[in-house]
């Protein structure tokens, strides 16, 4: 009698295990990461000059001023890199949200807009819903934005550089980071934002080797030339951390 009630319970052990089992993979949700807004201004991106066939550097013409500039073209994320941070976002969802998948709708063109990194997803909505069936849908948003006084280099430089002139870069800035998720029909399902105050501490300590400040605009400023593609993924991985320990 015994030995039966042991098998009894082994059986109804074993029924439980794998009834919760399905029932996890059918409540599992599938998410759509179908819009990631990243924005890093032009002039905080490292400029890599242009060359003619015969190695000597290419000029173009300055659409503001009319006058004669280098020709350099604006530094952004590889394919792999952009694959690389939006996995990672992939990842964060799943680990924060449950979510069986997470899958990405990257463009059939690289270019997102001026200031914004090129091949990262970029659909709207109800294109997204169109093309790829789910249970919810991402939208993600990381802006740096520049808040210091326009002024038109080439005008005080003229073809020159700031760097030959050897003047340092100080940036003036404002970074902010949301997420939104939909429900098929748009209805928001939850939302979350970061502004520069909840990141300014990750920020000092990654940019630990560079003069740095919240000023009296609040602005973060930073003495620094130009990000560079590993700062970027660097401020990514800010940005994710905290959106991990946001309630």
């Known amino acids: 009698m015994v030995m039966i009630s042991s098998q009894r319970i082994t059986v109804s052990l074993l029924l439980c295990i794998i009834g919760l089992f399905f029932s996890f993979n059918s409540t599992a949700q599938q998410a759509v990461l179908f819009n990631f807004e990243f924005q890093v201004p032009e002039d905080y991106r490292r ?28 530094e952004t994320l590889s394919k792999k890199e952009v694959n690389k941070v939006c996995e990672m976002a992939a990842e964060m969802f799943k680990q924060k949200y449950g979510y069986s998948e ?3 709708i990257y463009p059939l063109y690289g270019y997102n807009g ?30 740096i934005e520049s808040k210091e006084p326009f002024v038109q280099w080439s005008d005080v430089l003229g073809p020159k550089t700031l760097e030959e002139f050897g003047v340092e870069k100080i940036m003036f800035m404002d970074v902010t980071a949301t997420y939104t998720i939909y429900n098929p029909k748009e209805d928001i399902i939850d939302q979350k934002k970061l502004m520069l105050t909840d990141l300014t501490d990750d920020l000092n300590t990654y940019f630990i080797d560079y003069p740095k400040e919240m000023d009296e605009k609040g602005r973060y400023k930073l003495l620094k030339p130009y990000f560079s593609k590993s700062d970027i993924i660097g401020i990514y991985t800010i940005v994710e951390q905290n959106f991990k320990n946001k309630e």
């Open 102 to 104: 997470v899958t990405m």
């Open 47 to 74: 400029a890599i000059q242009q060359y003619d066939g015969g190695g000597n550097k290419k000029y173009k013409k300055d659409l503001y001023s009319n006058k004669m500039i280098l020709d350099k073209s604006v």
């Open 114 to 143: 001026f200031n914004r990194l090129d091949d990262f997803p970029n659909l709207k909505f109800k294109k997204a819903v169109k093309k790829k069936s789910a249970d919810v849908y991402i939208a993600m948003e990381i802006k």
